[in-house]
Each structure stands twice: as structure tokens, then as C-alpha cells.
């Protein structure tokens, strides 16, 4: 199955919405304009329902269709959210709002599942139900846990779900996954490190916390060099060393650390979050200094199933001509949560030769529409098949 034509007919229409959610985005759970558009065109649409409000501002969409006689029921889900980023593309529909900006492509993933979801809505053309889920607070938030923890996976009856994310420097259309672990789990750590604070010619009368700081720092790196085995994947990194006095001769009292781990097994999981603890505890305590970790569990690691994934690659091929082998992305996806409680696959869609994400100059491209389109209805039709 190719790129279908009616998603190149509802290109024009599907890229006016992708960019009025560029034109106006909004971050976190605060998706209220967001979400009720796309309420609003899922009911215009003829979605069987249509319910608001899980894990706060979530919306889901539900399509039967001209048969069930299986009880088959498959979950589609797209985030919403943006990111608190200045705009710099100069686009015509840049950002109205200061210091948000769609710099992810959520308003491209937005965009495609609604027209999924117009597709799927007039032509019915499978064997089951699906539901498509519009989340929140993909960045940071936790959105994909709290639609979970709302219920939605019982209260919909899904048995299986899809997700997407666009991919800047692979081809414009093209696909690529991988099975088993794919993003990475994101921890954050803050370290505050207490000794003597004194004066910067006297060294010797204080307990320089600049110097236990920046011990830490280093020997934080022995965690991946020398505690986990080479051929996994950890990354430790210390992105931020505050100290309490920005004076030139003064040691200060206090130093703070911030920092992030980001792992792809949950093993090495807890023996990164064990190792960064136990360090900067007993290097602190060797200068006679104290150090209190505070280490915060973020999303976890995103595991696609190995039969979904097989599937995904093959609807993608229907639709591309191929599907590749993706790399070990170090990012992080709350879309994870999600595959902790069904079974599914995550994919990524070429975004073409454009600013990667993230980025003040990043934009969704709109060429990549039908593409990611015509997947979304492949996964349908090809799992439910009439």
C-alpha cells in the first residue's frame, strides 16, 4: 500500500492545522486550544466518540469499523505539546507566543493523526476498533503515565499502540525502528555539597567545596568508564556547577550540582542511580564535606515489542518501499509508559535535511504528511484487514 492519494488531496488541509498549532503553541499539560481543536475536528470528522480530559488534557477518539468481529481494538497516539524555546525560523507562521515554540515536531504528529483519523473516519475500511490519543506534556510532563494512570488503556479496551516521531537527516518519508530498547531513560540528579566556607587566601582554614565539586564531577565519569560494562550504554553528565559566592576571593559555603544519567537497560538503571549516589556521598565525606543527593526517576526506558515491531516495519514498507534499522537514541520518549502497559512500536518518519529538534530554527516538514499518513492507516488496515 503506497502513499494513498486522499492524503495528498487533504495535504493543503492537514498542512493549514499542523501550522496553526505551530503558529500557537502551548507547553505541558497547558494544551486547552490545542486540545479542543482537536476535539472539535474529531467530532467534525464522525468519530464514533470522542472524550476529553484524560491525564488532564488529553483527548481520545474512537472509530469503528465496518466490522468487529474479532474484538480487535488498536491505539494510535500523536503528543500535542510544544517547548519553552524561542522561535528563530522567521516562517510566516512562526510562533505568536514569546518563548514557546512547536521545536519538536509534536504540531506535525498532531496534524497527521488527525488526518489519519479523517481517513479512517470515511472509509471504516477494517475489521475492529481504533482509538487515536492525543497527549499532553510529552516534554517533561509525563502526560503518556498520566493518560495510563487515568485508565485509559482499560477504559478503551486497547490491546496494542502505535507511536511516531519525526527524525531530522533521514529522507523526507522514509522509516526507520528497531525492536527492544530504542530511547533511553531519563534520570536527573541535583548534588548539594556543604563544607567551610572562608576566605579565597586562607585555603587551608575552610573545606573548599569548589575543589569536592569538582572531584565529583570527575569521578562521576568513572561510572561509565569503569562500572558499567563497555558494551552497554551509559551516559552520565554534570550540566550545571553553581556555587554560592561569585566572588573572586572567597571559598564558598555551598556548591550545587545538576546533572542527568541516561540509560537503555533498566539494570545498569539502578546502577547508575546507585553509583552516583555512593560517590558523591564518599567523596564529599574524604574531604570532610557533606553531599545530599537528590536523584529523580524520569521516563523510562522505551521498549518496543518484537512482533509489533515487525509489524510496523512491514506496514512502513507497504507505504515506503523500505523500512531501516534505527539507531540507539539517547533522548528520551514518556510515550514509554504507554509500552510498559501494552504492547506496541514506536517509529521514526525522515524529516528531511532540517535543523534537528529541539532547535530555534527546527520546522516540521509538511512533505513528510502523507508519508506518516498513510503509515497510520497501513498499521490499520493491514492489522484489522476487512
Known amino acids: 500500500m503506497p502513499i494513498k492519494n486522499r492524503f495528498a488531496e487533504l495535504l493543503p488541509e492537514i498542512t493549514e492545522w499542523r501550522r496553526d498549532f505551530h503558529e500557537n503553541p502551548e507547553i505541558l499539560f497547558d494544551t486547552h486550544r490545542t486540545a479542543g481543536k482537536v476535539a472539535g475536528l474529531l467530532r467534525d470528522f464522525g468519530c464514533d466518540e470522542v472524550v476529553e480530559g484524560i491525564g488532564r488534557t488529553g483527548v481520545v477518539g474512537v472509530i469503528r469499523g465496518k466490522a468487529d468481529t474479532k474484538g480487535k481494538v488498536v491505539g494510535l497516539r500523536a503528543d500535542m505539546d510544544a517547548l519553552p524555546i524561542i522561535e528563530a525560523t522567521g516562517l510566516p507562521y512562526a510562533s505568536k507566543t514569546p518563548g514557546k515554540m512547536h521545536a519538536c515536531g509534536h504540531d506535525g504528529h498532531t496534524a497527521m493523526l488527525l488526518g489519519a483519523a479523517k481517513y479512517l473516519s470515511e472509509t471504516r475500511n477494517f475489521d475492529g476498533t481504533v482509538i487515536v490519543i492525543f497527549q499532553p506534556a510529552e516534554e517533561g510532563g509525563g502526560g503518556g503515565r498520566e493518560m495510563c494512570e487515568d485508565g485509559m488503556m482499560e477504559r478503551f479496551h486497547i490491546q496494542e499502540v502505535y507511536g511516531m516521531h519525526n527524525w531530522p537527516g533521514q529522507p523526507v518519508g522514509s522509516f526507520a525502528i528497531r525492536s527492544g530498547s530504542f530511547f533511553a531513560a531519563t534520570d536527573q540528579f541535583e548534588i548539594d555539597i556543604e563544607g567551610r566556607g572562608g576566605h579565597a587566601a586562607k585555603p587551608h582554614e575552610t573545606i573548599d567545596t569548589t575543589v569536592v565539586a569538582s572531584q565529583i564531577v570527575i569521578a562521576l565519569q568513572t561510572i561509565a568508564s569503569r562500572n558499567v560494562d563497555p558494551v552497554s550504554q551509559v551516559v552520565v553528565?554534570?550540566?550545571?556547577?553553581?556555587?554560592?559566592?561569585?566572588?573572586?576571593?572567597?571559598?564558598?559555603?555551598?556548591?550545587?550540582?545538576?546533572?542527568?544519567?541516561?540509560?537503555?537497560?533498566?539494570?545498569?538503571?539502578?546502577?547508575?542511580?546507585?553509583r552516583v549516589i555512593k560517590i558523591a556521598e564518599a567523596t564529599a565525606d574524604a574531604y570532610g564535606a557533606r553531599a545530599d543527593v537528590n536523584y529523580m526517576l524520569g521516563y523510562p526506558v522505551m521498549v518496543n515489542s518484537e512482533a509489533e515491531t515487525e509489524f510496523a516495519a512491514s506496514a512502513a514498507k507497504k507505504v515506503a518501499g523500505d523500512c531501516g534499522k534505527a539507531p540507539l537514541i539517547m533522548g528520551g520518549e514518556d510515550f514509554a509508559y504507554m509500552l510498559e502497559e501494552r504492547p506496541g512500536a514506536y517509529i521514526l518518519v525522515g524529516n528531511g535535511d532540517t535543523a534537528m529538534v529541539h532547535h530555534p530554527e527546527y520546522n516540521f516538514n509538511d512533505e513528510a504528511i502523507p508519508a506518516g499518513c498513510s503509515w497510520w492507516a497501513a498499521i490499520v488496515e493491514e492489522r484489522m484487514p476487512a
Open 237 to 274: 553528565s554534570v550540566t550545571s556547577f553553581e556555587t554560592e559566592s561569585k566572588a573572586f576571593n572567597v571559598i564558598p559555603q555551598k556548591v550545587k550540582l545538576k546533572g542527568t544519567v541516561r540509560t537503555l537497560d533498566r539494570d545498569v538503571r539502578k546502577l547508575a542511580q546507585a
